[in-house]
C-alpha cells in the first residue's frame, strides 16, 4: 500500500489536549474549541484525538497503544507523530505497582517512579511502532534533562511547560510543578495516603512545598483570564495558538 505525504498527528492527554472548555455545562458539547488539534487540522494535517477530561498518564497511554493496535495498517505510514500533554502523576492513584508502597514514606521518591513508569511505557510504545512520541507538559510539566533521549529512546519533549510559556515567554521551567494538588479525588486520596506514612520531617516539608507549588499555578488560572477562560481552569484557543505558533516556529510539529 502507498501513502501520500500528509502527516497524521495522533493526540492524547487528559482534557488540556482537548482544548478548550465551555464555562458551564453546555447542551451539546463543552469543548468550544479544538485547540492544538484544531490548528494542525487547519493547516492540512491529518488529526486523530484520543484525549479524554480527568484522564490519567497511564490511561493516556493506553488509549494510544489501543489505538495503533487496532490500526496495524498504519504501522507502514511514513509521516506520523504522537503527541501526549502530560498529567498529574497524583491521578495514576489506582494504576501503582505493588513495590509501590514501599515508599509511601518517601512521597517524592514515589512521584518520581511513577512519572518514570509513564516515559517507559511510551518509549516502548515509540520503539514498537517506529514513531517519535513528544511531549507537552499541561495541567503537569514533564522532566527535561541532558539524557532525556537516552534514558526514553523514541520520546521527545517539545515544551516543557506550556503553563511557562504562556506566562513567561518560555517553554521549559527550573521549577517544574508535577500536580496541581486540586480537589481531584485521586490527589486527596494520594495525600491522605503519604500523609499517614510519612514520618520523616524534611521529606513531609519537601511535599508540602510541592503543595504549595501546585496551589500557586491553580492561581494562575484563575488570574490570567485572557490566557485561562472561559472555564478557567484550562488553556483557552489563544493559548493553544501561542502553543502551536512556538511548536511551528521550532520545527517540533
Known sequence: MTFDNQKLSLISGDSWSVGEWHACKHPTSDITHGGLSQYLHEEGQMVVNVGQGGSSNRESYL?????????????????KQVIVFK????????????????????????????????YYDLSAL???????IKLI??????????????TYPGLEIICQSMVNL?????????NPVFSVFSTDPRAMDFLKLLKQHTTDVQAMEILLDE????????????ERKDLFYPDGTHPNREAHKILYDFLKRNNSI
Open 63 to 79: 488509549r494510544i497503544r489501543n489505538f495503533f493496535f487496532n490500526n496495524h495498517h498504519l504501522r507502514s505510514y511514513p509521516n
Open 166 to 174: 504562556l506566562i513567561n515567554g518560555c517553554a521549559t521551567i527550573e
Open 126 to 132: 515509540a520503539q514498537e511502532w517506529d514513531v517519535t
Open 137 to 150: 507538559g499541561g495541567c503537569s510539566d514533564t522532566l527535561l534533562f541532558d539524557d532525556f533521549q537516552k
Open 211 to 222: 503543595i504549595d507549588r501546585g496551589h500557586q499555578r491553580s492561581d494562575i488560572f484563575d
Open 87 to 118: 498529567s498529574e502523576w497524583t491521578r495514576d492513584f489506582a494504576y501503582m505497582d505493588p513495590e509501590d508502597k514501599d515508599f509511601y514514606n518517601q512521597p517524592m521518591i514515589l512521584r518520581d517512579r511513577i512519572n518514570s513508569r509513564f
